[in-house]
């Protein structure tokens, strides 16, 4: 069984430019959940997908977007990055779309945009 | 809204002691909370949840309290180790149809050996 990897580990972007990070599901999970970690901070719920469909959003603006494809892997897509997007974004996944079910959580991407 | 606070950002303890971490949460309609383990570089690891129906679940070493009349919620680790230093969080959803977790800022666990 392997867990929920993620790539890349450590990325540096600048302002406006796009990112695409990526998620590989634990086996046997069909729900990936992605949170925003800013230093300090607790992850923040940017939006799960279940079943290759946006299944709930957090307050994060359409800039966010993100995919899910039919091997449950997903992509988080930030377009026209600012500087607080910088922070570690966590790829969770589960069997339990509701919240429920126990997340397990990748290493994270670090993201910093200069 | 809801929000999830700590009351303490960091705990020092002696290797050996119990730990008790604690936390408030806001919103009354939260029916499920977690505990994540987040040590330096990784993501947060599950320690244990507890569902509003209880009111204590114990697990390896640890032990889960939910006070619903004061919104509170504490993590106790028993017999603290060097391992257990990391940063502690509490999260909590709402069952209902709430999809998504909302974590306090988390406490800092120090264990000294």
């Known amino acids: 069984e392997t867990g929920v990897t993620q790539s890349p580990t450590h990325l540096i972007k600048t302002r406006g430019q796009q990112v695409t990070l990526r998620c590989s599901s634990q086996?046997?999970?069909?729900?990936v959940s992605w949170y925003q970690q800013a230093l300090g901070q607790g992850p923040q719920f940017i939006f799960q997908?279940?079943?290759?469909?946006?299944?709930g959003r957090g307050n994060f603006p359409p800039r966010f977007s993100g995919l899910q494809f039919p091997n449950y892997s997903s992509e988080l897509n930030v377009n026209a990055l600012e500087l607080d997007d910088s922070a570690l974004y966590l790829c969770?996944?589960?069997?339990?779309?509701?919240?429920?079910?126990?997340?397990?959580f990748g290493e994270g991407s670090r993201l910093t945009v200069l | 809204g809801e929000s999830v606070g700590l009351h303490l950002p960091t705990l020092s303890v002696q290797e050996g002691d119990n730990s008790i971490i604690n936390c408030a949460y806001s919103?009354?309609?939260?029916?499920?909370f977690i505990w994540y383990k987040q040590e330096s570089g990784k993501g947060p690891q599950f320690i244990i949840d507890i569902r509003s129906n209880m009111d204590k679940r114990q697990g390896q070493r640890v032990t889960v309290l939910l006070n619903k009349t004061v919104k509170h919620l504490s993590l106790q680790i028993a017999a603290t180790q060097p391992g257990d230093s990391a940063v502690y969080f509490c999260?909590?959803?709402?069952?209902?149809?709430?999809?998504?977790?909302?974590f306090g800022t988390g406490t800092r666990l120090t264990v000294i050996p």
């Open positions: 997908y279940y079943r290759e469909e946006e299944n």
């Open positions: 969770a996944s589960s069997w339990d779309r509701k919240g429920t079910g126990e997340l397990f």
């Open positions: 086996s046997g999970h069909n729900t």
């Open positions: 919103n009354s309609a939260s029916d499920y």
């Open positions: 999260a909590e959803t709402d069952q209902t149809g709430a999809n998504n977790l909302f």
